[in-house]
C-alpha cells in the first residue's frame, strides 16, 4: 500500500473487554514497530518485529499484551482483560531498512482506543 | 534507554517569526530524526540527521546536531499557522534499532 495503514481507527470498549488492533505495513519494510501514546504524552515503545525474527518485546507493559506478525505482513496488538488505563493512541510505524532509520519511520494514522 | 527531551515544552509565536525547538539525548546515536504530530495521531517523519552530519535543511526547515552536546535544534523560519502541531525528535544507536521519542513540543502559530 501507499502508507502504513492501521484499523480501526477508533474503538471505544467496555473494561474487561478484549480488543485486538491492526497494522499493514508498507510493503517491503521489514521492520514494524508498536507506540502506544497517552494524551498529551511522547510516544511509549511497546514491540519490535523484524523479519523472521523473535521480536523485541521489551516494552510490553504487562502480559495482558501481546503481539503477532506473519513475515513482513500484519500486525495485531492484542490486549486482553482491557482496563482504564490503556486508553491511549496505539500508533504502528514501519521502516524500510532494517533498524537504522535510514529513510525515516513512516507511521500509521493510529488507533485510538477508549476504554469505559 | 536514550531519549530525546525536547524544550520548551510548549512555544507559541505570531506568523511569520521564527520557531526554534531543542532536543537533548542521553548516549551515542546513530542519527537523530524530527517528527510533526498533528492532533494527536500519525507522526510525520520530517528530517533525518546523521551522527557524522552538523546541519541539514529542508524547505524552512533546518536541522543543526551537536554530538558533544547530545543535542539537537529544529527550526522552521517563516513560520505559518498550518505549522501549528507537536514536533518530536527521535534517536536511535548504541546498539538499539528501537527509536525513542521525547515528549514533544507543542508549536502553536497564530495567525
Known amino acids: 500500500g501507499a502508507g502504513v495503514s492501521q484499523s480501526p481507527s477508533n474503538k471505544v470498549t467496555e473494561k474487561g473487554k478484549d480488543v485486538e488492533l491492526r497494522c499493514d505495513p508498507i510493503s517491503g519494510h521489514t521492520a514494524l514497530y508498536w507506540y502506544r501514546q497517552r494524551l498529551g504524552q511522547g510516544l511509549e515503545f511497546l514491540i519490535y518485529?523484524?523479519?523472521?525474527?523473535?521480536?523485541?518485546k521489551s516494552g510490553l507493559p504487562s502480559d495482558r499484551f501481546s503481539a503477532e506478525r506473519t513475515g513482513e505482513s500484519v500486525s495485531t496488538l492484542t490486549i486482553q482483560r482491557t482496563q482504564q488505563e490503556d486508553s491511549a493512541v496505539y500508533l504502528c510505524?514501519?521502516?524500510?531498512?532494517?533498524?537504522?532509520?535510514?529513510?525515516?519511520?513512516?507511521f500509521g494514522s493510529g488507533t485510538r482506543l477508549t476504554v469505559v | 534507554s536514550q531519549q530525546g527531551e525536547e524544550d520548551p515544552q510548549a512555544l507559541s509565536i505570531q506568523e511569520g517569526e521564527n520557531a526554534t525547538m531543542n532536543c537533548s539525548y542521553k548516549t551515542s546515536i546513530n542519527n537523530l530524526q524530527w517528527y510533526r504530530q498533528n492532533s494527536g495521531r500519525g507522526l510525520v517523519h520530517l528530517i533525518l540527521i546523521r551522527s557524522n552530519e552538523r546541519e541539514k535543511h529542508s524547505g524552512r526547515l533546518r536541522v543543526t546536531l551537536d554530538t558533544s552536546k547530545k543535542s539537537s535544534s529544529l527550526l522552521i523560519t517563516a513560520s505559518r499557522a498550518a505549522d501549528t502541531a507537536s514536533y518530536f525528535c527521535?534517536?536511535?544507536?548504541?546498539?538499539?534499532?528501537?527509536?525513542?521519542f521525547g515528549r514533544g513540543t507543542s508549536l502553536i502559530v497564530h495567525p
Open positions: 527521535a534517536t536511535d544507536g548504541g546498539g538499539s534499532y528501537i527509536p525513542t
Open positions: 518485529f523484524q523479519g523472521n525474527s523473535a521480536p523485541d
Open positions: 510505524a514501519s521502516s524500510l531498512l532494517v533498524g537504522t532509520g535510514d529513510y525515516g519511520y513512516t
